[in-house]
């Protein structure tokens, strides 16, 4: 497992493609904060693992957040 960089601070730094899940207090899943979805994001490293998390955090949702990116759209991604 790669080592994971931890810092606490008041501000958020993101560069182009990162993705971002919110935990709150009671270990519910608040926001994901991510780029726009298209072809080239759904194809990245990045977002499989996004989806594996969210699925290891509650089960079921990787497909809810799949069918949530696909009714923003017309075509399907996935």
């Known amino acids: 497992m790669s080592k994971i960089d931890f810092e ?3 501000e958020l730094e993101f560069e ?3 993705c971002c899940i919110i935990i ?6 608040g926001r994901v904060v991510m780029p ?10 990045g977002y499989r693992k996004l ?9 079921g ?3 809810e957040f799949i069918k949530h990116q696909q009714s ?3 075509k399907s991604l996935h």
């Not at 709150?24 to 899943?29: A, N, P």
């Not at 989806?51 to 089960?59: A, I, N, S």
């Open 61 to 63: 949702s990787r497909d």
């Open 36 to 45: 726009d979805i298209n072809e080239n994001i759904v194809d990245t490293e």
């Open 72 to 74: 923003k759209g017309s």
């Open 24 to 29: 709150k207090s009671d270990g519910s899943i």
């Open 51 to 59: 989806l594996d998390v969210l699925e290891m955090l509650k089960p």
């Open 8 to 10: 606490v601070t008041d």
């Open 16 to 18: 182009n493609g990162d």
